[in-house]
């Protein structure tokens, strides 16, 4: 199994910035891609980024492009999502994903892992 334990949200005012972690644990070697999805309330889950250890492969919506910066750290077997310009439809919780498959997926249902969320509120 792996556990995903997020950290860093918080509130911040638009146009300012966020920095999330995402610490793994556990067996994460099984674990090649890890992710980022996000769900405001009322709204469907959505993918936001995607991360793939083994090249450092990356995959953005197309809503955070240019915005938001996914990495990672092998040493500390986490995570990140800088958030930079950040706009009040940014507002979510923010979960952290990871998958067995070997390759960056868009889709919830690929990742079988999940952490508990952190939330993301942006003001106006």
């Known amino acids: 199994q792996v556990q995903l334990v997020e950290s860093g949200g918080g509130l911040v005012q638009a146009g300012g910035s966020l920095r999330l972690s995402c610490a793994a644990s556990g067996r994460t070697l099984i674990t090649p891609v890890m992710a980022w999805f996000r769900q405001a309330p009322g709204k469907e889950r959505e993918f936001v980024a995607a991360?793939?250890?083994?090249?450092?492969?990356?995959n953005y919506a197309d809503s955070v492009k240019d915005r938001f910066t996914i990495s990672g750290d092998n040493a500390k077997n986490t995570v990140y999502l800088q958030m930079n310009s950040l706009k009040p439809e940014d507002t979510a919780v923010y979960s952290c994903?990871?998958?067995?498959?070997?390759?960056?997926?868009?889709?919830?249902?690929?990742?079988?892992?999940w952490g508990q969320g952190t939330q993301v509120t942006v003001s106006s």
């Open positions: 994903a990871a998958t067995q498959r070997p390759f960056t997926s868009r889709r919830a249902g690929s990742y079988a892992f």
């Open positions: 991360f793939k250890w083994n090249g450092d492969v990356t």
